[in-house]
């Protein structure tokens, strides 16, 4: 089970970090309509981080080894991002609000931390 929830991460955070990587201004038009939408936009994207963390805390509890590790802390931080943001909706809306005021390089550097997190939860086994 702990296999198949690292290759499900692995392919979105791949697919969602080269996304970002190579298409920034994307990336910011889907936060400035999140953002537009207010506190229902910032709700969504509560959901969007609170899914996805969920489905790897409760499948992948695993610390001892450095990537597989790195993913389970990836979902408590997504579970925590989630939670907090549905409580407080108006401080996720105000999160949402940062990449609405800046370019859209600043997708970019995460972008490639996400897809080189998915590309080492794919190659790890064979090291």
Avoid: C, Q
Avoid at 14 to 32: D, I, Q, V
Avoid at 43 to 54: D, Q, V
Avoid at 101 to 116: H, N, Q
């Amino acid at each position: 089970m702990e296999r198949g929830i690292e290759v499900f991460a692995a392919i979105n955070l791949l697919a969602a970090g080269l996304s970002h990587a190579f298409a920034p201004t994307a990336w910011k038009e889907f936060f400035t309509v999140l953002h537009a939408k207010g506190l229902a936009g910032s709700i969504f994207n509560a959901l969007l981080a609170l899914g996805m963390g969920s489905l790897i805390v409760a499948f992948h509890p695993v610390y001892d080894r450095p990537v597989p590790a790195l993913l389970t802390i990836y979902g408590w931080a997504s579970v925590a991002k989630g939670s907090v943001f549905l409580v407080f909706p108006a401080l996720g809306l105000k999160s949402i609000e940062t990449p609405t005021r800046k370019g859209p390089r600043l997708f970019i550097v995460p972008g490639v931390l996400m897809a080189t997190l998915g590309a080492a939860l794919l190659v790890y086994p064979w090291f």
